[in-house]
């Protein structure tokens, strides 16, 4: 029996290195002349409205421009204002809540600047949770903590989507 289960072992593992159809999606290999990082860098960030927009931007042009921002792009990414939602949960009997949650949520469109076409929709949410306490100022540091996590994953969250686009289109 021990010989059995060494040679099932075996040949999954043989199995499993033959899997086609897993590409990277970074990167230059031999499925992809071009990596998604160059059309990422492509990619003109329009302002975004309030200081949250302003922390999103930033965070996605750190993620997008790693060799400068480009002169002529092919893209344009337009990102609607964000909207802020915040709820108590975990409330106690003296009506005290002693945990929060945020949530973020914002919708993006990608721009072909050739031809002025809208290629990619797509609505993102992001939710975070933080604690209450009884310090004030403890509860404002939590919650923008909150607040920069989530924004950090939206910024994320419309990287993957722009690369998955890419990725997809060649």
Request: hydrophobic share 40%; net charge neutral; aromatic share 8%.
């Amino acid at each position: 029996m021990p010989i059995f289960i060494k040679f099932s072992f075996v040949m999954s593992l043989i199995l499993l290195t033959a899997c086609a159809g897993f590409h990277p999606v970074y990167g230059v290999n031999k499925f992809t002349a071009v990596g998604v990082e160059q059309a990422l860098s492509q990619v003109k960030i329009d302002n975004i409205p309030d200081r949250e927009g302003q922390f999103l931007r930033n965070a996605l042009i750190t993620r997008f421009y790693r060799d400068g921002r480009p002169d002529n792009p092919l893209y344009t990414l337009a990102v609607t204002p964000i909207t802020e939602s915040a709820q108590n949960l975990d409330v106690t009997i003296d009506s005290e809540a002693t945990r929060g949650q945020l949530r973020l949520s914002t919708s993006i469109a990608l721009k072909d600047n050739q031809n002025g076409e809208v290629i990619l929709n797509r609505k993102l949410r992001s939710i975070a949770s933080y604690n209450i306490l009884s310090s004030e100022f403890t509860n404002r540091v939590s919650e923008q903590n909150a607040r920069e996590n989530t924004l950090n994953d939206l910024a994320r969250q419309i990287e993957e989507q722009l690369a998955l686009h890419f990725k997809n289109q060649k």
